[in-house]
DNA sequence: GCCGATGGTTGAGAACCTCAAATGTTGTGG
DNA sequence: CCACAACATTTGAGGTTCTCAACCATCGGC
């Protein structure tokens, strides 16, 4: 049973880190132009997926899947392919030009966390354990 | 220097960790019949403060508190109190009810965190160093 | 007293999300 | 085989939250 304080401590050093990181994310989304609905998405499809797997990725609706993806079409980050063995699918694959943004788009956020990630030699691996305790599915 | 792997998952699990606390956090709003907007600005009316002030915590711009502190109005949890001083600031005070709609939200979220929270003695407090020592602000 | 800075509000507009309903497709039990 | 439930995707309506630019009132220094 923790102390009440420490609770508390924790969840707002948890929601401080994780609104920095989002914002990094966003500003370096809007390097490449990309609103960062859409920047999310492309970072989830390293591995081509149908729309279904996407928005469990995504945590959201199906129907919001669409949207995005018309924008990431639009740019021709992105492809819907349809499956050949169930047409009521359509898998996203990424173009070359995507496959590119993703990278850079990666690799700038990146960038950014691991500035804001440097801890003492070793702290680092400790909280990658210690967070990955925290029971995030009861 | 941090390894890559180890920012890579040190991102993805704060980001986890704080999607489930934002989560539970518009779940209690949601009980109480709040909007998230709202309730997060009620949890930050600890302390009351004028407009401006409260912009800042929450890290918005001004005019989107104006909203948020009308929807509070309408409901009697807050009231816009002129100070005598300067009669462009409004202070934003809680009323009996928004004092204690800002307790029970509060207590339900907190409960729900420390369900969370719940590591090994003294790993809670370990954790909350390790997170204290992320740069979050340059 | 003038003037730049400040607190607050308003209105337009955008991004993002959900829900309900529609469409086309699949697969299964009878 | 066929009706029917389940599923993937899209569309459209509607809501919340946010920003930006413009505005008014007030303040403080010069």
């Known amino acids: 049973m923790s102390d009440d304080s420490v609770v508390a401590e924790l ?74 063995s169930d047409r009521r699918v359509k898998h996203l694959v990424l173009t070359e030009e995507g496959e590119r943004k993703r990278e850079t788009l990666r690799s700038r956020s990146h960038a950014k966390a691991a500035e804001l990630f440097e801890l003492p030699h070793g702290d680092d691996v400790r909280l990658r354990d210690l967070l990955a305790q925290v029971k995030t599915c009861r």
């Open 11 to 84: 969840t707002e050093l948890v929601m401080r880190v994780a609104r920095r990181l989002q914002f990094d994310f966003h500003a370096a989304a809007a390097e490449l132009d990309l609103p960062p609905a859409q920047a999310l998405a492309l970072s989830e499809l390293g591995e081509s997926a149908p729309m279904r797997e996407l928005a469990v990725r995504l945590g959201c609706d199906a129907s919001n899947v669409t949207g995005i993806v018309d924008g990431l079409e639009r740019r021709g980050l992105v492809t819907r392919r349809p499956d050949p």
